[in-house]
Structure formats: C-alpha cells, structure tokens
C-alpha cells in the first residue's frame, strides 16, 4: 500500500510568520508532487506542483522535494489569515500502469493567527 | 472557459439506495478521475475514465461504478448505499503534467 504522511496539525503560526508544512511518501519511484489548499467545505484548489529535487518557487509559497529521503515540503511567507486552510500533499503514483492516480495524505490544518 | 463542473452540490439518500453523481470536465480535458473524502481525511482515489473505459480503479467495492460518454464527461453510480459511504465526492479532470483539476464535488449524506 503505498503511502503518503503529513502531520494533521493543526499548525498554529503568527500573521508574517513562515509556516512549514511536511509530508514523507513511500513510493520511491514517485516523480510528480502537488500541494492543494481546501478551505473548509470547499474543493482542493491547486497552489504548487514540483516533480525535480530542490526548491520552488511561487509568489510567497516555495515547495521543496527531497527524493532521496522521499520528502516534500511546502514553505508559506508572510503567512496570512486568509492562508488558514487544510494543505494536502499528493504524490503521482510511479509506474507505467499509472494514469494520473493520486495518492493523498490526511492534510495538515494551518490557522494563521492575527 | 468553465472548469470542472459537478452536480448535484448536495444528496441525502436513506442506507440501500442507489445514486447517480455527474462531472463534466474542464474544456480540453479527456480524463476524468472519481476521488471520495470523508471527514478529516484526504480524498480517496476511486477510478479514473479516459475514452469511455475505466482505466484505473483504487481499492473500492464493485458497488462503486462509472460511466464516461463521448462528450467526455462522467457519472459515478453508487448501488446498495451504506452509512459509511457518506463523504464529499470529487471529480477532477487531468490537464497537462498531470495536474488534475477539481470541481466543487458533491456532498453525500447517507441516513
């Protein structure tokens, strides 16, 4: 079964503050990444997608990718309380049987307080 | 240009009943995926339809089935409804780089 893990928070941070959120994966041949925002009953909404090793970034959001270690991240600046939301990462299933399935993990509730 | 559109919004069925949940994808778009999220979790795969064939199907009963039609658009048939079924059920549309698109979804609620 394969795996997607992420801390379901929730993450408190400060207004102006960095929030960090984490996820791990457990397939190792994984090559494509994405972080959705959902705010509370409403539907992901794409903000990031990285598929190399290394940073990147967009506007005040930067996601990070670490295959080696099976790791992505996902950095917010200046955090604001319109970011307060569930962040959920999700990872493109590797293999040539896979269409575009995605494996998600529980999510990480973020409030930015004022 | 429309996105991915779901109807309806919201359902409330009684356990055993059968129901039907539409998608129609984002313009441009030929796959459609089929996800279920209950409270507090991430959302579940449950198939995906390209060219009319379902294509890949997540770890759902045969309860779970679908339908894509030729305008490329799809339906999620649920049969023999169960408590446990009530969640959110999101359709997404698969555009370049594998980035799927979600729409509204529907709200299930199973009494």
Redesign the interface.
């Known amino acids: 079964q394969k795996e ?1 893990e992420q801390n379901s928070g929730p993450l408190s941070v400060p207004e102006g503050a960095i929030a960090s959120l984490n996820c791990t994966y457990s397939d190792r041949g994984s090559q ?1 990444f ?1 972080w ?1 925002r959902q705010y509370s009953g ?5 903000i990031m ?1 990285i ?1 190399s090793n290394g940073d990147k970034e967009d506007g005040r959001f930067t996601a990070q990718l670490n295959k080696a270690s099976q790791y992505v991240s996902l950095l917010i600046r200046d955090s604001q309380p319109s970011d307060s939301a569930t962040y ?1 990462c ?1 990872v ?1 299933e590797a293999g040539g ?11 990480t509730i973020l409030t930015v307080h004022p | 240009d429309a996105g991915v559109t779901q109807s309806p919004t919201h359902l409330i069925k009684t356990r055993g009943q059968q129901v039907t949940l539409r998608c129609s994808p984002k313009s441009g778009h030929d796959t459609v995926s089929w996800y279920q999220q209950a409270l507090g979790q991430g959302p579940q795969f449950i198939f995906q339809y390209y060219e009319e064939e379902e294509r890949q199907r997540g770890n759902f009963p045969d309860r779970f089935s679908g339908h894509q039609f030729p305008n490329y658009s799809s339906e999620l048939n649920v049969n023999a409804l169960l408590l446990g079924d009530s969640a959110l059920y999101l359709c997404a549309s698969r555009g370049q780089g594998n980035i799927q698109y979600f729409g509204a979804g529907t709200r299930l609620s199973v009494l």
């Open positions: 997607v494509s994405f959705y409403k539907s992901p909404e794409l997608f598929y959920l999700a493109k049987t896979s269409y575009g399935k995605l494996t998600f993990g529980q999510g």
